[in-house]
């Protein structure tokens, strides 16, 4: 029912397909080796996740808001009940109502509205987004936020930033309970001491929306380390340069909660520095707070069982939020350390869940499972590159993946390949797992694994291609036959075959001379184009051009750089890394594409000219956001890796797309006319006055009759019509909430605008 209801929301305007090319889906289904559903298949896997509650779709249920430190990735999950057990459903629509951070990402309401704010890192400041949704959230930027130092005042700049240090976590709490939130967060990487931002706005007689902070200590609760070990009662030096004196360098992590329920707040203390336990718990021994001094009293450095002990990750995140929707906070505790040259990194069982048996304010925590959400996904650890391949001839596409695995037990040394075999057809994929390390690769040791299989010699059976890390492509042929395959390895230097790093292969006829060429993708984001110059029995695979189509898909990024008459400009320039990894999609109309999944975490389309020494055109509006109805090019986070098949029979090309966070993300392709421009536009329009109370007009630069509609923020039609421009359009009996309207012009070319109702 997830699919149809979300396939139904995608379709509301009854647009031309043509016009989208792809669309998200979960049709294939996904069985583990037993056959059992895999209900989270296509999520995309998790890394390093954090978690807050929000209610998405206005039902009263408090849903899951996910944010993933790998690729700053946003996750929507919805509640539901089934069978009186709550279980979360992915629904990507609402994923793009957040704006891009990084580090983190939590919710937390800070105006008393109850509606959860949006409070995240841009990598240069902590900003808070404001809650405006009344059906569905609606984030609109405050301000990024400042604190005024009363520890180390400075006249000429008395307000500093709030502090966020790449891979601590901060706790967005009321400590002094005033009613408003305060922030804590570590001074700097290198110490154990903490930051008190604390919100002034309720004491100052301040309207909450005015939110204002002091910075009022620089040693909070008196913690720090000494050997090593943290310890409370600490002295305090009260400046940042106090971390010169560490010669380590180390993430930190805290949750503020009162544990149990005297009325302040107690400590859970994460650390990459301690690899057996890496959690420390703190006691709070006052009720009142005393600045500066020993507000946590006692350290318990064993605060969890064995049993949970010894599943903890470093550095861990810890998400306090309500998961069985009993009223209750329950506790999350999540991989959240990035330095894999420092850390064994736990990428798979990385989701530790406890039960709060109490109360919030009182907390009985039970150990419930190690991989809450991501258990129910395809996920293996970091990184996943798909192809399909029909390898037992039966007339439907089977799934192979390669994968780094748990880098917590394979220190990405030892890539590995999944085999998922279609027990449906070859128009209702049903994919089960038959082995998780195909042909035995992981005792090979080989790194950065990209699959592709070819008919290489002819013989009528798929021979198996890997692309790896240091740019060479490996070759199994195939010595069995089409039914019954046997892959015996032959060269690790396939063709001598060099790319700058992280090979990518493909093959397919470019060229269209009835031989299969070979385009590889590599480290500089762009694509090598090998022409096969010999017969389809006995290739000779000649590199023709090292920049095909002009495919670059490195992200641009700002910088500085020095122009000739002495000056200093700001220009933009593309990053040394792209990670390109390309497929051919053919259409019916005899039309194809390349698409090109890169480290910026998108997928990019390009038109497949004839003529392969001309630039290939970008398709950028290739998809439709679900809720705005706006065009866009979907972010699936990083390292995404396409592959493509006909997996429903319809003729038309679908794309499994794999990313680093070790999962995957399925688009179902839709009917392409012979030029795809992106989407055609009328001219703009607006919807006046807006937010609306009892009427809009459409001001559009047309004097002709106008067909617009009107749907509610899930999809439905609640009205089709015709108006001319400036007429009012009457909506006083429509409930206030979030609607779009679009006009079409005849030829199905449309505009989509937002308008809101509020009548209070």
């Not at 990024?557 to 593309?574: A, E, F, P």
Request: net charge negative; proline share 3%.
């Amino acid at each position: 029912m997830r699919k149809l209801a979300f396939v139904s929301i995608i379709l509301v305007y009854s647009l031309n397909m043509s016009a989208q090319l792809f669309e998200i889906s979960f049709e294939p289904i996904f069985k583990n080796e037993n056959g059992e559903l895999i209900p989270l298949a296509l999520s995309g896997g998790l890394n390093q996740p954090q978690f807050s509650n929000i209610d998405f779709n206005n039902d009263g249920k408090l849903d899951l808001f996910v944010f993933d430190r790998n690729g700053n990735k946003v996750l929507t999950f919805i509640a539901k009940s089934v069978h009186g057990k709550i279980v979360f459903d992915y629904d990507p629509q609402y994923e793009a109502l957040f704006p891009s951070a990084q580090e983190f990402m939590q919710l937390h309401d800070y105006n008393a509205d109850d509606k959860p704010d949006l409070w995240l890192y841009t990598g240069d400041s902590v900003v808070l987004y404001q809650n405006n949704g009344q059906t569905t959230p609606s984030f609109d930027k405050i301000k990024g936020l400042f604190a005024f130092d009363r520890v180390n005042y400075v006249s000429f700049n008395p307000f500093k930033k709030l502090a966020e240090i790449k891979g601590c976590l901060p706790a967005i709490v009321d400590v002094d309970g005033d009613t408003d939130i305060d922030f804590i967060t570590n001074l700097n990487v290198t110490g154990s001491q903490m930051i008190f931002n604390r919100n002034t706005t309720a004491d100052s007689n301040f309207q909450l929306e005015n939110i204002k902070f002091d910075i009022v200590d620089k040693c909070f609760g008196g913690i720090d380390e000494y050997n090593g070990e943290l310890i409370v009662n600490a002295p305090c030096y009260f400046y940042e340069a106090y971390k010169q004196k560490k010669k380590h360098v180390a993430t930190k992590t805290i949750l503020l909660f009162d544990e149990d329920a005297d009325g302040d707040l107690d400590l859970l203390f994460g650390s990459s520095e301690q690899a057996t336990n890496p959690i420390y718990f703190f006691r709070n021994g006052k009720v009142d707070l005393d600045y500066y001094k020993d507000t946590f009293t006692t350290i318990d450095t064993a605060y969890f069982n064995h049993e949970v002990e010894s599943l903890l990750p470093v550095s861990p995140a810890m998400s306090y939020v309500d998961v069985n929707l009993d009223g209750v906070k329950d506790l999350i505790l999540s991989s959240n350390e990035v330095d894999k040259t420092s850390y064994p990194i736990m990428e798979a069982n990385n989701s530790i869940l406890l039960i709060n048996e109490g109360l919030s304010n009182d907390v009985d925590f039970l150990y419930e499972q190690n991989d809450f959400l991501v258990g129910d996904m395809i996920d293996y650890g970091s990184g996943c590159s798909p192809t399909f391949v029909d390898l037992d001839a039966d007339g439907d596409q089977d799934l192979l993946f390669g994968t780094s695995g748990n880098h917590f037990l394979t220190g990405d040394t030892s890539d590995f390949l999944v085999y998922f075999e279609n027990k449906g057809s070859s128009d209702f994929a049903d994919f089960q797992l038959v082995s998780d390390d195909f042909l035995n690769l992981k005792s090979k040791h080989i790194k950065g694994i990209m699959p592709t299989f070819a008919d290489i010699d002819g013989d009528g059976d798929m021979d198996l291609f890997l692309g790896k890390m240091d740019g060479s492509i490996s070759y199994y042929e195939n010595s069995g036959d089409a039914e019954n395959p046997a892959f015996t390895h032959i060269t690790s230097t396939y063709e001598d075959i060099q790319v700058v790093n992280y090979a990518a292969p493909y093959f397919d006829d470019i060229n269209r001379d009835g031989v299969i060429d070979l385009i590889v993708g590599s480290y500089d984001g762009t694509i090598d184009y090998y022409q096969n110059t010999g017969t389809t029995t006995s290739p000779i695979l000649n590199l023709t051009k090292d920049t095909l189509g002009g495919i670059i898909v490195n992200e641009l990024v700002r910088t500085s750089k020095l122009g000739s008459d002495g000056q200093i400009y700001d220009t933009m320039v593309y990053q040394n890394y792209g990670f390109s990894s390309p497929v051919v999609l053919q259409w019916e109309n005899g039309s194809r594409c390349i698409a090109v999944g890169n480290n910026q975490g998108v997928v990019r389309v390009y038109e497949l000219k004839a003529s392969l020494d001309e630039d290939f055109n970008e398709v950028e509006d290739y998809m439709i956001e679900t809720i705005s109805q706006n065009s866009y090019v979907k972010d699936w986070g990083r390292r995404t890796n396409p592959s493509s098949a006909d997996l429903n029979g319809d003729g038309h090309p679908d794309m499994l797309i794999g990313n680093e966070r070790g999962g995957m993300s399925f688009v179902k392709g839709n009917k392409k006319t012979n030029s795809i421009q992106g989407l055609e536009k009328l001219s703009s329009f607006k919807v006046i006055p807006n937010p609306a109370k009892h009427y809009f007009r459409i001001e559009t630069k047309t004097n002709k009759q106008i067909d617009y509609r009107i749907t509610d923020i899930s999809g439905r039609l609640i009205r089709e019509d015709s108006t001319f421009p400036g007429n009012t359009v009457q909506v006083e009996n429509f409930p206030d909430g979030i609607y779009f309207v679009s006009i079409e012009d005849g030829l199905l070319n449309y505009q989509v605008q937002k308008l809101v109702l509020l009548k209070l």
